[in-house]
């Protein structure tokens, strides 16, 4: 969790820029990667490089726009952004880390001996996950600074719990979410329906998840030699949460929307609850499509659209998955 300190500092940024109005109801524009701490929620805008903040029921609100560094690609390829003490932390697809200021200045690039893709502040420690590994990743990068990442060795037994192999399209195929006492959970974009809560000393526990899918889509889960593109094809979980009692709020997998051209890869419509023992105890179906998770409010959950539409639904029976 992110100090205060650190909301009233980026407001003061927004303030000083002359805060813009709510997003409209016609937005077109495009969320790319989220950040939370305590009940505020940032949202990264990936045309413009404009972070929006988002609380309660209201719409989200322009904070600030990032400055570019000089060799910065398109903010649609930011894989996670991490509020940090005096800032934020932006990972790309090139697996670079960039830090910038609370105004959003461009400050420096942070090396990292590990390429990096998706990244999160869990209480003081910075967690960050491989955006390409020789085989299936068996590490997580941590860090206490935000400048010297150290890898936690995670204790595995089987081959497949969050890398894809070396054939580089495990880049920003990881989910993380900050956990309980400094720890992370991590779920894949590609794979088994499992997500990992990993604690500090690299200790696994593993949850399976409810998920849906067409039999078809099914069969297609698997990388085989015909050149098939792997980010085609879903695994259950959209975005992760972690609420203050422990309980993992997963936003199930792509098989819930269809649109005009067929599947959106990044959105779904419903969330799952589990609780601390892994039990999957409730779910909440959202009327529209969701690209993150903001909060959870009592016995309800909060979430963002891609274009910025706040939508919110009360948890109700669990909703178990399957092969339809």
């Not at 697996?95 to 998706?118: I, K, N, T």
């Not at 869990?122 to 590490?139: C, D, F, M, N, Q």
């Amino acid at each position: 969790m992110v100090s205060r300190g650190l909301v009233g500092l980026v407001m003061g940024a927004a303030l000083l820029e002359g805060a813009a109005p709510p997003i409209s109801t016609s937005s077109t524009l495009d969320f790319v990667a989220i950040t939370r701490a305590d009940n505020e929620v940032w949202i990264l805008e990936g045309t413009s490089g404009t972070l929006w903040s988002q609380s309660g029921k209201n719409p989200p609100v322009r904070v600030v726009t990032l400055s570019r560094s000089a060799d910065a690609s398109d903010w649609s390829d930011v894989t996670g952004i991490a509020a940090v003490p005096g800032g934020w932390m932006i990972a790309g697809r090139k697996g670079r880390l960039s830090r910038y200021a609370a105004s959003g200045e461009f400050l420096r690039e942070v090396d990292v001996r590990d390429r990096v893709g998706r990244i999160v502040l869990s209480g003081k420690t910075l967690w960050a996950a491989p955006y390409i590994v020789p085989g299936p990743a068996r590490h997580l990068l941590a860090s206490a600074d935000g400048d010297r990442f150290t890898r936690v060795l995670l204790q595995t037994d089987r081959d497949d719990v969050i890398g894809t192999g070396s054939s580089g399209l495990l880049d920003g195929a990881t989910i993380l979410a900050s956990d309980v006492d400094e720890g992370v959970v991590v779920a894949r974009l590609i794979g088994a329906p499992f997500a990992f809560r990993i604690g500090r000393d690299g200790s696994r526990r593993s949850i399976p998840l409810a998920y849906r899918r067409s039999a078809r889509r099914d069969a297609l889960m698997r990388y085989g030699t015909s050149g098939e593109v792997l980010t085609a094809y879903s695994s259950p979980a959209r975005d992760l949460l972690v609420t203050p009692d422990g309980a993992l709020l997963v936003l199930r997998n792509i098989e819930d929307v269809r649109t005009p051209t067929g599947h959106d890869l990044r959105v779904a419509t419903i969330v799952d609850r589990y609780a601390r023992n892994g039990r999957h105890e409730a779910s909440a179906e959202l009327a529209g499509q969701a690209r993150f998770i903001a909060r959870a409010e009592g016995n309800r959950v909060v979430c963002i659209s891609a274009d910025g539409r706040v939508l919110a639904a009360p948890f109700g029976p669990s909703l178990k998955g399957g092969i339809q």
